[in-house]
């Protein structure tokens, strides 16, 4: 009996802090990869959904690929519910990073099937989408801006670089950075649930090719959520192995080039708190080849020992 006492005043005692540990191992975010390849298969490119852990308050990051990834999702088990329910009712708003096709071609191919939602951008990606693609020559007009007759469906938020927004019909919020990606300029979108970060990157070349510091200020703005441990993962894309010279690079990255830029990372944390943050590596560019090369280079040259992950059409991965 005193035993049993005596473990029910330890257990009473130890409970919040059982607790406080359960809840830091918690994940804070689901993302479910709806297509992950930099081309050529128009069936897999960039757009991965987010929410919040335990809601069906997903964004969508970038759109190059739904119906099929949301298909794909189903099949792996990560939705429980048709497709025509997770394209219509779980992605809140779209986050397009730049208007290239294969960040863009899924959301206006499913626009006729969609509901309403925000489409979020900066600027000049906004102003691209609604003067190239949501006109009545290329398409039809679904948002409430650009070429009448407008239809409305779509509403164009646009974000302002380094401000936090917070987003409609979830409990994120998100802040736009801009990237350079050879002519234009794409966009990193840092998105934020309670006090805890997922960043995504859009297209992008390092700052020495592209004569630019806009990873530099990006490192330097989530330097400290690293240092707090408040940063739950990296999605940033790698395209090419490094065979492929700089100057056919067109603003993206390589295994070098990224192991460089997340050395300037470390020089603004350290190491050691570098040392196993997710980073999930997008936007690989087939053929088969060239992926294995950029996996394999990566793995040499990971002294940092960051935990690499490389998604999977339509299967979950918690954060």
């Keep these: 009996m005193r035993f049993k006492q005596a473990l029910l005043i330890i257990t009473y005692i130890l409970l919040p802090f059982i607790t406080l540990a359960q809840s830091k191992n918690k994940p804070t975010f689901r993302l479910v990869p709806l297509g992950v390849l930099g081309g050529i298969d128009e069936s897999n490119l960039s757009a991965y959904m987010l929410a919040a852990s335990g809601t069906n308050q997903y964004i969508c990051l970038d759109a190059g690929t739904l119906h099929d990834g949301i298909q794909k999702a189903i099949?792996?088990?990560?939705?429980?519910?048709?497709?025509?329910?997770?394209?219509?009712q779980y992605i809140k708003g779209y986050f397009i990073s730049h208007a290239h096709l294969d960040h863009i071609a899924g959301l206006?191919?499913?626009?006729?099937e969609d509901s309403s939602k925000n489409i979020y951008g900066l600027q000049s990606t906004i102003e691209t989408i609604?003067?190239?693609?949501?006109?009545?020559?290329?398409?039809?007009?679904?948002?409430?801006?650009?070429?009448?007759?407008?239809?409305?469906?779509?509403?164009?938020?646009?974000?302002?670089?380094?401000?936090?927004?917070?987003?409609?019909?979830?409990?994120?919020?998100?802040?736009?950075?801009?990237?350079?990606?050879?002519?234009?300029?794409?966009?990193?979108?840092?998105?934020?649930?309670?006090?805890?970060y997922v960043l995504y990157l859009g297209d992008t070349g390092s700052d020495t090719v592209e004569k630019s510091?806009?990873?530099?200020?990006?490192?330097?703005?989530?330097?400290p959520l690293i240092k707090n441990k408040k940063l739950k993962a990296i999605l940033i894309e790698v395209s090419f192995p490094n065979e492929q010279p700089d100057k056919t690079l067109f603003g993206h990255l390589t295994p070098h080039w990224f192991m460089?830029?997340?050395?300037?990372?470390?020089?603004?944390?350290?190491?050691?708190?570098?040392?196993?943050?997710?980073?999930?590596?997008?936007?690989?560019?087939?053929?088969?080849?060239?992926?294995?090369?950029?996996?394999?280079?990566l793995k040499a040259a990971n002294q940092l020992q960051l935990n690499l992950i490389y998604p999977v059409q339509g299967k979950a991965l918690n954060f």
């Design 75 to 88: 099949v792996n088990k990560a939705f429980q519910v048709p497709g025509n329910r997770v394209l219509r």
């Design 260 to 297: 460089t830029e997340m050395d300037k990372l470390a020089t603004l944390t350290s190491p050691a708190e570098l040392k196993g943050l997710n980073i999930v590596v997008t936007h690989l560019k087939p053929p088969a080849n060239s992926i294995t090369r950029i996996k394999a280079q």
């Design 213 to 223: 510091t806009n990873l530099q200020n990006l490192w330097e703005a989530i330097a």
């Design 108 to 112: 206006i191919i499913n626009s006729p």
């Design 130 to 196: 609604k003067t190239h693609y949501f006109t009545w020559a290329s398409w039809a007009n679904f948002a409430d801006q650009g070429e009448t007759p407008a239809l409305k469906k779509y509403r164009y938020q646009v974000l302002n670089p380094g401000i936090e927004t917070d987003i409609e019909n979830t409990q994120l919020k998100v802040q736009a950075f801009p990237l350079s990606h050879s002519n234009l300029t794409s966009t990193a979108f840092l998105v934020q649930s309670n006090n805890d």
